[in-house]
């Protein structure tokens, strides 16, 4: 009994000591706290200076040129400009070989899908083979991707065939209707390069990876659609490309346009790509399968009809191609006059699509061989070989995906497998090209059909709608609207709900109601923790962006609705009223003279109900505007704190000391 005593008297005396201890550290903490400090005053042109050099050279693009010599700068300056001059020196025999080896896997696909991309662009076959001639050589000694392939991709190419076909009619003016194209791609290249020059490459990152998501979709949707005419036979088709007119065009020539050779041809061909891309899906082992199926289609079904002459029975065939290399163009292109107006339009749109396909590519890539790229210099590539390729009979030309992957698989080492690819194809237009004189149009719709399956990506837009529904809404806005109206009203779409979300997010910022955890001083959303307890006679609010004139005013409205909503609930269960409204301003990281003034309303609202304002870790730019405003002033400078828990401890000893 007397050894219990004796453990209860030490155990009482431990608490005793304990509380004290608590108690002493509280008002050592009450003692200790800390001001928010001001951050030194800087000059209109220092601070100008520093958030240009911010938004423009963040990754400062000139730090490996300080301190060297004027010999040493020129060499540094030229191996920006042309990375070959960097990875050049350490090239060898064993990655010529991986080199050669991807070249000649990713030739045996473009050859093809060049032929086929170009219809889609209502050109010629020939100049869909020129784009994969002289840009991949001008690429491969300007770009910095080591994995990217260059060429015509789909998308671009029927959203180039699209605008143009709106200005120029394809059939009846074709003279004029090439000029306009190599317009447009000169166009494309200046505005790619000059994105790249000036730095302005967070402009393509406006369109959203939702956006991007549904746009590919639909874009690959209306591109499977407009190859019903070559897969089915049809000869009179029409020019829109939204579903219901090119489904009414389809099944209103069912009795009399279709050719039963035709669609045979296509339908075994079809099968057979799309069973060799499944094989090498399964089984990277055997990613050449479907790289270089397209081809052996090719060979194939040229040597059926050419046996059988199956021309002769109505099935349509690619003619003739002319043999020989890219022509000048520079006469070509209109530098002046109502048709430089509208290259200039046409080719901004798809340059900047190209623009950002390539980038996607090319950083996916990047990621998965650990090494850097440099956007702004991606852009610069781009755009010289679009403008070079816009002078030797080119159209916009850009990364591809599918030969991309291709070349990523076939073990490429550097963007030599550009250069080796590019020759294979000059071989084929100074050789082959008459050999493709009896290729039929259906196998060339059956290769575009199983290349662009793959840009439909459900499971993206799947992840996309269990993220985020806003997202969704941009994908899927994207999506109908080139499947249902044209593939100009889709990326307008694209873009438009993009802004919109980011409009909405910038005047409707989140804002929470804070709470202690129990036995700590950290204070969290109660809706995230709903073991958050709130702080009697204080109500904390904390808003999760910066306070601008667009939505300083619902940043006010919000907080005041945040204040009526508590009260009512503490009137209603006759609990004691708030005193102290803190706002945690650890995540503003602006504020404007607009936010300002809706601080100061704020704060004259508050003294109505008698509650005072308290702010909380006010970061250097909120905190200095706030003093040069005078702010500070008129709410006190013993109302800024810098931490919800040293307010909370400092209001709750204030509210103590007052009772």
């Given at each position: 009994?007397?050894?219990?005593?004796?453990?209860?008297?030490?155990?009482?005396?431990?608490?005793?000591?304990?509380?004290?201890?608590?108690?002493?550290?509280?008002?050592?903490?009450?003692?200790?706290?800390?001001?928010?400090?001001?951050?030194?005053?800087?000059?209109?042109?220092?601070?100008?200076?520093?958030?240009?050099?911010?938004?423009?050279?963040?990754?400062?693009?000139?730090?490996?040129?300080?301190?060297?010599?004027?010999?040493?700068?020129?060499?540094?300056?030229?191996?920006?400009?042309?990375?070959?001059?960097?990875?050049?020196?350490?090239?060898?025999?064993?990655?010529?070989?991986?080199?050669?080896?991807?070249?000649?896997?990713?030739?045996?696909?473009?050859?093809?899908?060049?032929?086929?991309?170009?219809?889609?662009?209502?050109?010629?076959?020939?100049?869909?083979?020129?784009?994969?001639?002289?840009?991949?050589?001008?690429?491969?000694?300007?770009?910095?991707?080591?994995?990217?392939?260059?060429?015509?991709?789909?998308?671009?190419s029927l959203l180039l065939g699209t605008l143009l076909q709106n200005e120029v009619d394809p059939e009846k003016n074709k003279e004029d209707y090439r000029r306009l194209a190599f317009t447009a791609t000169f166009f494309a290249g200046v505005t790619q390069a000059a994105l790249g020059f000036l730095r302005l490459g967070f402009l393509i990152e406006f369109l959203s990876?939702?956006?991007?998501?549904?746009?590919?979709?639909?874009?690959?949707?209306?591109?499977?659609?407009?190859?019903?005419?070559?897969?089915?036979?049809?000869?009179?088709?029409?020019?829109?490309?939204?579903?219901?007119?090119?489904?009414?065009?389809?099944?209103?020539?069912?009795?009399?346009?279709?050719?039963?050779?035709?669609?045979?041809?296509?339908?075994?061909?079809?099968?057979?790509?799309?069973?060799?891309?499944?094989?090498?899906?399964?089984?990277?082992?055997?990613?050449?399968?479907?790289?270089?199926?397209?081809?052996?289609?090719?060979?194939?079904?040229?040597?059926?009809?050419?046996?059988?002459?199956?021309?002769?029975?109505?099935?349509?065939?690619?003619?003739?191609?002319?043999?020989?290399?890219?022509?000048?163009?520079?006469?070509?292109?209109?530098?002046?006059?109502?048709?430089?107006?509208?290259?200039?339009r046409i080719g901004v749109v798809a340059g900047l699509i190209a623009l950002t396909e390539a980038i996607a590519i090319g950083r996916t890539f990047a990621s998965m061989k650990e090494y850097q790229l440099d956007g702004n210099k991606e852009m610069v590539a781009i755009g010289t070989m679009n403008i070079v390729g816009s002078m030797t009979s080119c159209y916009v030309?850009?990364?591809?995906?599918?030969?991309?992957?291709?070349?990523?698989?076939?073990?490429?080492?550097?963007?030599?497998?550009?250069?080796?690819?590019?020759?294979?194809?000059?071989?084929?237009?100074?050789?082959?090209?008459?050999?493709?004189?009896?290729?039929?149009?259906?196998?060339?719709?059956?290769?575009?059909?199983?290349?662009?399956?793959?840009?439909?990506?459900?499971?993206?837009?799947?992840?996309?709608?269990?993220?985020?529904?806003?997202?969704?809404?941009?994908?899927?806005?994207?999506?109908?609207?080139?499947?249902?109206?044209?593939?100009?009203?889709?990326?307008?779409?694209?873009?438009?709900?993009?802004?919109?979300?980011?409009?909405?997010?910038?005047?409707?910022?989140?804002?929470?109601?804070?709470?202690?955890?129990?036995?700590?001083?950290?204070?969290?959303?109660?809706?995230?923790?709903?073991?958050?307890?709130?702080?009697?006679?204080?109500?904390?609010?904390?808003?999760?962006?910066?306070?601008?004139?667009?939505?300083?005013?619902?940043?006010?409205?919000?907080?005041?609705?945040?204040?009526?909503?508590?009260?009512?609930?503490?009137?209603?269960?006759?609990?004691?009223?708030?005193?102290?409204?803190?706002?945690?301003?650890?995540?503003?990281?602006?504020?404007?003279?607009?936010?300002?003034?809706?601080?100061?309303?704020?704060?004259?609202?508050?003294?109505?109900?008698?509650?005072?304002?308290?702010?909380?870790?006010?970061?250097?730019?909120?905190?200095?505007?706030?003093?040069?405003?005078?702010?500070?002033?008129?709410?006190?400078?013993?109302?800024?704190?810098?931490?919800?828990?040293?307010?909370?401890?400092?209001?709750?000893?204030?509210?103590?000391?007052?009772?």
């Open positions: 009994m007397m050894a219990h005593s004796v453990s209860d008297e030490v155990e009482s005396k431990d608490i005793e000591m304990a509380n004290h201890s608590s108690s002493h550290r509280q008002t050592e903490n009450h003692k200790s706290v800390h001001k928010v400090g001001l951050p030194p005053r800087r000059n209109f042109i220092g601070e100008f200076s520093e958030t240009l050099k911010e938004t423009f050279f963040s990754d400062d693009p000139l730090r490996p040129y300080k301190d060297q010599p004027r010999s040493r700068q020129l060499v540094l300056g030229l191996r920006f400009l042309f990375p070959v001059l960097e990875w050049g020196r350490s090239y060898n025999l064993s990655k010529f070989k991986g080199d050669v080896i991807a070249g000649l896997t990713i030739a045996s696909l473009c050859i093809p899908q060049d032929i086929g991309y170009a219809k889609l662009a209502n050109m010629d076959a020939k100049y869909g083979l020129y784009s994969s001639f002289v840009p991949p050589l001008i690429y491969a000694v300007m770009g910095s991707s080591r994995d990217i392939a260059i060429g015509p991709v789909a998308v671009v990876h939702a956006a991007i998501v549904g746009f590919m979709g639909g874009a690959a949707i209306t591109i499977a659609l407009q190859q019903l005419k070559g897969f089915l036979g049809i000869r009179k088709f029409t020019k829109n490309t939204d579903i219901i007119s090119v489904m009414k065009s389809v099944w209103g020539s069912v009795h009399h346009g279709w050719n039963w050779e035709t669609i045979l041809i296509g339908t075994m061909f079809l099968a057979f790509l799309l069973s060799a891309k499944y094989i090498g899906k399964k089984n990277r082992k055997f990613f050449w399968v479907p790289a270089i199926a397209p081809l052996i289609s090719v060979i194939l079904s040229t040597f059926f009809v050419y046996v059988t002459r199956a021309d002769k029975h109505d099935v349509q065939i690619v003619r003739k191609i002319d043999r020989g290399l890219n022509p000048s163009s520079v006469s070509q292109i209109h530098f002046s006059g109502s048709y430089a107006a509208k290259g200039f030309a850009t990364g591809s995906f599918s030969r991309s992957a291709v070349n990523f698989m076939a073990g490429c080492q550097t963007s030599v497998s550009n250069i080796v690819m590019s020759m294979v194809v000059m071989l084929t237009l100074l050789v082959i090209t008459p050999l493709f004189k009896y290729t039929p149009n259906a196998i060339l719709s059956s290769i575009i059909i199983s290349a662009v399956i793959s840009l439909i990506d459900y499971e993206a837009a799947f992840l996309i709608w269990k993220v985020d529904k806003l997202d969704f809404i941009a994908c899927m806005g994207a999506f109908f609207g080139v499947v249902f109206v044209d593939v100009e009203i889709g990326l307008l779409i694209a873009v438009s709900i993009s802004l919109a979300k980011v409009l909405l997010q910038v005047t409707r910022p989140r804002t929470a109601l804070l709470g202690n955890l129990p036995s700590t001083m950290v204070y969290r959303n109660i809706v995230q923790y709903p073991e958050a307890t709130k702080v009697p006679g204080v109500l904390i609010v904390r808003v999760d962006s910066a306070i601008y004139f667009t939505n300083s005013n619902y940043v006010k409205e919000r907080i005041l609705r945040w204040l009526r909503d508590e009260e009512e609930q503490l009137r209603a269960e006759n609990l004691p009223q708030i005193n102290f409204l803190i706002v945690e301003m650890s995540p503003v990281t602006d504020i404007d003279t607009s936010g300002i003034h809706a601080f100061e309303e704020l704060y004259r609202s508050l003294q109505k109900h008698e509650i005072q304002l308290v702010l909380a870790n006010p970061g250097p730019v909120v905190i200095q505007k706030l003093h040069l405003a005078k702010f500070t002033e008129l709410i006190g400078h013993d109302k800024i704190f810098l931490s919800v828990g040293e307010a909370v401890m400092t209001c709750t000893s204030k509210a103590r000391e007052d009772s």
